[in-house]
């Protein structure tokens, strides 16, 4: 059973930084996707950065140039490095995966899901 658990959210002022963690567990496949979603009240899921398996990183244009998605295998946790962060940001962020390469950006195909950890930037 695959489990994620995120960590690492909080207020911060516009400008300001912040690095999400999410330790998963029971994942296995060796073909997948790990990537960063977020929703803000009102909005649909969007993709924030995604890894596939092959290498391949993507993010939202929006986060171009202040966010970056990592993962460190040894310690089984994807991370989330936002900086430069902006009011725009604010939102539940969750992490997600799924046993199978590509479409990476798309939420509706991830599997498992962790509860999310909220991200709140002032101005």
């Known amino acids: 059973q695959v489990q994620l658990v995120e960590s690492g959210g909080g207020w911060v002022q516009a400008g300001g930084s912040l690095r999400l963690s999410c330790a998963v567990s029971?994942?296995?496949?060796?073909?997948?996707?790990m990537g960063w979603f977020r929703q803000a009240p009102g909005k649909e899921r969007e993709a924030v950065a995604s890894?596939?398996?092959?290498?391949?990183?993507s993010y939202v244009n929006s986060v171009k140039g202040r966010f970056t998605i990592s993962q460190d295998n040894a310690k089984n946790t994807l991370y989330l490095q936002m900086n430069s962060l902006k009011p725009e940001d604010t939102a539940m962020y969750y992490c997600?995966?799924?046993?199978?390469?590509?479409?990476?950006?798309?939420?509706?195909?991830?599997?498992?899901w962790g509860q999310g950890t909220q991200v709140t930037v002032s101005s």
């Open positions: 890894m596939d398996s092959d290498g391949t990183i």
């Open positions: 029971g994942f296995t496949a060796s073909a997948y996707c």
């Open positions: 997600a995966t799924k046993p199978r390469r590509g479409l990476c950006s798309r939420p509706n195909l991830y599997n498992d």
